[in-house]
């Protein structure tokens, strides 16, 4: 329901039936005395707290039960029960090649071989409505996501990075580092420890794509080879129209996250553009064909996020106001990548 039609309900009525229908582990709103802008503000973050603002998961690990909003992303795939932990499987190879980058600054101290990272739990750095990740660990400086690729996936070892050109300016190279390992798997009591073998640093930049050119791309090599990840093929071809895809990233600087329910909404010869949820921090993250699982795109633009919205940020795309974000497709710099030394 959009904040405005809001006006139009009895706004205390509204908050006990939601407290009614759908327990949460919030505390029920004392309302007396509460002014309307306060109950139309409570309404809003009770709402998204029940049906959430967007289709952002964690991909659960095998034996557990699907987030809801996973649940509906197979539905919509046909995926039926006896096939979703093959397909679960697979998302989560999906991710494994999908990094964070950000400044060595934020590393932290090195403690029996793990650096503890400097983060903030995200409703200290966002105040959003939508408080399913409110606790988690953000890295506020996380400047855009990346992922391997290698004209080889399947030996699963590359040290070339693809991200968006925009997330890297040339100066900045020597002070990035990235690392694959950011994920809830590493949150412990609210500290982020991450293998001192875990992080990469960017050795040089092979290429990237013109300052004023939209395709907004960069191929750099990293300090190292990264070993034993899932690598996922490049799919040059062109990608129709409704074509189901989805995006794993680190949005907002985030532990990894996935997001689907997703079409392909418009397709050009160098772009696509797709309804994906994605934040500022999803910049360079890989988009995935959701039935072949090829990386079809790189996500480089798209609408204003979040809005302000009686006291906190709402997704735009719970107002279904999400026209799409735009992907620079892959057939643009997969001739760039280099064979691997024999």
């Not at 505390?27 to 998204?48: E, F, K, T």
């Not at 991710?95 to 793990?114: I, P």
């Not at 895809?245 to 329910?261: D, F, Q, Y």
């Amino acid at each position: 329901m959009p904040p405005t039609d809001l006006r139009h309900v009895n706004l205390k009525l509204l908050l006990r039936e939601l407290d009614r229908r759908f327990p949460t582990d919030v505390a029920p709103i004392d309302l007396s005395g509460v002014s309307s802008p306060a109950l139309a503000a409570a309404a809003i973050r009770q709402l998204v707290a029940v049906h959430g603002s967007n289709d952002l998961v964690n991909v659960p690990p095998e034996g557990r039960v699907l987030p809801p909003r996973l649940d509906v992303f197979l539905g919509k795939l046909d995926i039926h029960d006896r096939q979703a932990t093959d397909y679960l499987q697979e998302l989560r190879a999906d991710e494994e090649g999908v990094a964070v980058l950000f400044d060595r600054a934020e590393l932290g101290e090195l403690v029996d071989g793990h650096y503890l990272l400097r983060t903030k739990p995200l409703r200290e750095h966002f105040d959003l409505c939508d408080d399913r990740f409110g606790r988690e660990p953000c890295i506020p400086s996380a400047r855009g996501s990346g992922f391997l690729v290698a004209r080889y996936p399947a030996r699963r070892r590359s040290r070339w990075l693809v991200t968006a050109s925009h997330c890297i300016a040339p100066a900045e190279i020597a002070s990035t580092v990235v690392t694959f390992a950011f994920d809830l798997a590493a949150v412990q009591d609210g500290v982020v420890r991450i293998a001192a073998d875990e992080v990469y640093e960017l050795r040089a930049e092979l290429l990237r794509s013109a300052d004023d050119d939209p395709a907004d791309w960069a191929i750099f090599e990293l300090d190292r080879e990264v070993e034993g990840r899932t690598i996922r093929p490049l799919a040059c071809e062109p990608i129709g129209l409704t074509r189901p895809v989805h995006v794993v990233g680190h949005p907002l600087g985030l532990p990894r996250k996935l997001a689907g329910n997703a079409l392909v909404r418009e397709a050009a010869a160098d772009h696509f553009k797709a309804n994906l949820d994605a934040y500022g921090g999803n910049s360079g993250s890989p988009i995935f064909d959701s039935e072949t699982h090829a990386i079809v795109g790189i996500l480089v633009s798209g609408q204003e996020d979040l809005m302000a919205s009686l006291g906190c940020k709402l997704d735009q795309c719970m107002l279904d106001q999400c026209p799409g974000e735009v992907c620079t497709r892959v057939a643009l710099f997969a001739d760039f990548i280099p064979y691997p030394e024999l």
